[in-house]
């Protein structure tokens, strides 16, 4: 992955700006609309999860049935309706269409199913259903309690997948190369940590405790603080149109303009069965799958470990939303710095495998800090004489900013650039296969090893030292990925510019 840059900018340059000039046009654009999308994204993992935790009758214990038994069967919805799509339209289309979706959804939210909330969630029933099973389905009659807050919470989810993985990452891979990307996606990275950082500012603003009387919109604080985000989202998914056609009808050649609309080229045909068994073919795409599957598996068990222990700190909903908007800032800080000055250098200065290897091995050590106390953490409390559940929530706050700002960064650049060597075919059946199906079935999976744990023991709490070692194992399939991948993808390269 080493890049002659020397030769181009002078010292600095390189190091902080490796864009040309006659490359701003279509730098920049990309830029933007990258920056809005991730605004979204973090704006949505912050409202959420404090949506579902601490709505009534619920807690952490609902996000794993949430995504085990309602986000998971929607991803494969949305990947047999994407597959549809694409067969039909050009990808500029494909990406109007599903923009809509999402807009309306968030319009549709936020003047009629929140303000409905009171007629809408049988209360009543799931009180009932929640006396005559077991402590430990209390996830899932959560979930059919607030069922508008989980049908919120299965969208924010699918914007990750549909909008930020598949339709933007399969857009800019498709009009990069692997030498711009290179230079382009560590700024990128840094753009979107920076959008991040402008997140987690709206989500402390927005859950501020104060009620404007002259709204004549909701009876509270949080219900105010909904409708902001929502119309925030909304005018951000509208620009982010805006940008995209911009891009598309001035900056993107003829050539490959008319590509994309078919008008040059037969249009390829895809379905959900066809790009699993491209998946399935591929040792080279089964290494991406594993490699995103193991950070997807690992982290959802650790985060919803923390989150329990969040809400047992943060009880109120806006308490708890600023809490994570602060979180939020921090990590997208963190990850802000990380690419301006590390990240594009360490991309294009060594190995993919040197590079790919780092984010596993921080999520290992912090992982592992942050579960030892999690299981030991009154011991460890009544030694040092401090609160143990306000230095749990800190040090999970810790290695989820940590591990996400290496996501953000690390691991998204070098899996994002692990598929731009792959013929046009295989690339976009298996990035829709991956980041469709792939890394849903790594977040269901380490919800359904949560589900499975609190039938059985019934709390977070007495179930953390299963999940340690679950966590451990992970880590070790990412590894042997990441090494087995390195070998393919640099070998794919040589091939590929052997042949030019």
Known sequence: MQEKTKFEFGKWRSF?????????????????MFFLIAFNYNSLRSYKDTMVVTAQGSGAEAIPFIKVWVVLPCAVLFTLFFSYLTNRFSREKVFYIMMSIFIAFFALFAFVLWPAQEYLHPHALADKMQTALPEGFKGMIAIFRNWTFSLFYVMSELWSTAILSVLWWGFANEITSVGEAKRYYGLLMMGGNVAGIAAGYAAICFSGNLFYSWIPYGKNSWDQSVLFLNLTLIGSGILTIVIFHWLNRNVIRPEEARSAATLQKPKIQTSLWDNLKVLAKSKYLLCIAMIVLGYNLSMNLIELVWKNQLLQLYADPNDYNSYMGHVMIIMSFIAALSGLFLISNLIRKYSWTRVAILPPTIVLVTGVGFLFFAIFQQSI????????????????????????????????????????????????KGKAAIDGVGSRLGKSGGSMIHQGLLIIFSTMGASTPYIATIFLGMIVIWFLAVLSLGKKFEQLVSERASAV
């Open 16 to 32: 902080l700006w490796p864009i040309h000039p006659w490359e701003l046009k279509k730098f920049l654009p990309m830029f933007g």
């Open 381 to 428: 409390g009544a030694f040092f004489g401090i609160a143990p559940l306000l230095l749990a929530v800190t040090l999970g706050s810790a290695q989820n900013i940590l591990s996400r700002a290496t996501k953000y960064t690390l691991f998204d650049a070098t899996k994002e650039i692990a598929f731009i060597p792959l013929d046009p075919d295989t690339k976009i």
